[in-house]
C-alpha cells in the first residue's frame, strides 16, 4: 500500500494570521481536511507532521485515522526539516501497522504532499504512483509565478528546484514552478534526507534539494506537469480567497449537476457540509451552511446556518440560524429564525422566531417578536395550529398558545392562551381633537 505524508508543521508566516495557516478555511471547512479525506481515499497509511500550534492542529484532525507526527521546528526547520523528523537509525520512520507490508516490497513509495494545497484530489494523487521513475515531481506553467519555487529545466530534463528566495533576478522570470507534490521511491528518501543542509537564504532544510542531488548522481527524476485549479498553494489570504471562489465553484458545479437550480451561481456560497435533495431552487446572493435543503426554494440574499428546510420557500432576504427546522413553510423577507421547529406556518415579514415550535396552520404577523431571553436564560415558546398572530405581537417566552387561538395586533402575550381564545392587550386609544394645530402653532394659518 502506498504510504503518504502531509507535511503540515510550518508557521504559515506569509498568512499573517493568529489561526494555524492550515486550519484556515474554504467553503466552511479546513483546509488540512480536505487534504486528509482526499489521501485517504487512495491509502490508508497516512501520515501527518505537524509542530507550529500542534495541539490546536491536533484537536483538529485527530478523528480521521493517521498517524501524526511533531517536527522539531527548532533544530530542524523547513519542508526537509520534516521529514528529518521521521528519519531514525537512518531509517524512515514510518511506525503505521500498515507500512510494514510495504518496508518488504522493493518499490515502496512515498509520496509527499504540502498541507497547503487545499484543492488537490485523489485523482491527481494516483497519477503519481503510475509513473514509474525514482522521484515524480509536479511542476506548473504559469504567468505568474510568485511565491513558488522555480524548476529549472534544460532540455526537457529536470535539473534543480531554486527557492524564491534564494533565485536570481533571471531565474525568478523561469514560468515552471514546483506544485509541491513528489512520489519518492523509498529508499531515495532515506538515502538524501540525511544530505539536506541548511545552506540557504531561509537557513532551512529544503526537500526541494533532493531534486538537484538526485538528478546528478543520474537518479530517474520525472516531472509530471499539473494545473493550479489543483494544485495551488496557500500562502496569503489572497490565495485563500482564490482557492475558496475553486472549492466553492466544484461544490456548486456538483449540486447543479444533481439538479439543483442556482440563480447566478457565483454570487451564492456553498459550504462543504451542505446537502440538498430534490428539486431546489437557490436564488442569487444566498450563503448556506451546514444545511439540509428539501424540494425547497431559497430566495434571493438569504442567509441558512445549520438548518434543515424541507418544501418551504424561504426569503428573500430571511436569515435561518442553527437548530431550525422548517416544514412546508412560508418565511418571507427580514425573518430571523433561530433553533424553532416550524411546521406549515406561514411568517411574512419581519419577524424574530426564536427556541419556538409552532405547528401548521398558524399565521405569524408582520412584526411578531419571540421574547426569549432574560438577560439570564432563554426560554421556550409553543404555539399550536391554526393560531393568528396578529402583528407586532410580542410573546413572552416560556409561553403556550394552545390551537385555534386569535392574538391581536398589538398585543404583549406573556400568560398561557387556552385553544379557542382571543387575547388582546391593548391600551385605550386616546384621541384630541385639533392638537395637531395647536402644537404646531406656526402651521397653523
Ligand atoms: C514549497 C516548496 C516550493 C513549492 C511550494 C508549492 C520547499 C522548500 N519549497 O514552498 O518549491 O513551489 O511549496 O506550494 O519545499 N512545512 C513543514 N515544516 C516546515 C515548513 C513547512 O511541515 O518547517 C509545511 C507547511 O506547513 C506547508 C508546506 O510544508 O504545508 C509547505 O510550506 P511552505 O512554507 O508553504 O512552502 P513554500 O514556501 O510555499
Ligand atoms: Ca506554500
Sequence with gaps: MPQIIILAAGKGTRMKSKIPKILHTLCNKAM???????????????????????????????????????????????????????????????????????KKTKNAKVLILNG??????????????????????????????????????????????????????????????????????????EKYIPLLDNKNAQKEYYLTDIIEMAVKDNLKVKALEVKEEDFKGINSKKDLAEAERIMCNRIKNRWMQKGVIMRLPQTIFIDAYSEFEGECEIESGCIIKKSKIIESKIKANSVIEEAIIKKSEIG???????????????????????????????????????????????????????????????????????????????????VIIEDDVLIAAGSTVNKNIPKGSLAISRVPLKIVKNFYYKFFKEKDE
Design 32 to 102: 488540512i481536511e480536505y487534504i486528509i479525506e482526499e489521501s485517504l481515499k487512495v491509502t490508508k497509511s497516512v501520515d501527518i507532521v505537524l509542530a507550529h500550534k500542534f495541539k490546536e492542529v491536533k484537536q483538529k484532525i485527530q478523528t480521521y485515522n493517521i498517524k501524526i507526527h511533531k517536527q522539531n521546528l527548532e533544530k530542524f526547520p523547513g519542508t526537509g526539516g520534516a521529514l528529518i523528523s521521521l528519519m531514525e537509525n537512518g531509517k524512515f520512520h514510518l511506525p503505521s501497522e500498515k507500512l510494514k507490508t510495504a
Design 316 to 398: 428573500p432576504m430571511a436569515r435561518i440560524r442553527p437548530k431550525s427546522e422548517i416544514i412546508e413553510s412560508k418565511i418571507g423577507n427580514f425573518v430571523e429564525v433561530k433553533a424553532s421547529r416550524l411546521n406549515d406556518i406561514k411568517a411574512g415579514h419581519l419577524s424574530y422566531l426564536g427556541d419556538s415550535e409552532i405547528d401548521s396552520g398558524t399565521n405569524i404577523g408582520a412584526g411578531t417578536i419571540t421574547c426569549n431571553y432574560d438577560g439570564k436564560k432563554k426560554y421556550k415558546t409553543k404555539i399550536g395550529k391554526n393560531v393568528f398572530v396578529g402583528s407586532d405581537t410580542q410573546l413572552i417566552a416560556p
Design 116 to 189: 497547503d494545497m487545499p484543492l488537490i484530489t485523489s485523482k491527481e494523487i494516483k497519477k503519481f504512483f503510475e509513473i514509474d521513475a525514482d522521484i515524480v515531481m509536479s511542476i506548473m506553467k504559469l504567468d505568474n509565478p510568485d511565491g513558488y519555487g522555480r524548476v529549472l529545466i534544460e532540455n526537457g530534463e529536470v535539473k534543480k528546484i531554486i527557492e524564491q528566495k534564494d533565485a536570481s533576478e533571471n531565474e525568478l522570470k523561469i514560468p515552471f514552478v514546483n506544485a509541491g507534490v513528489y512520489c519518492f521511491k523509498k529508499e531515495v528518501l
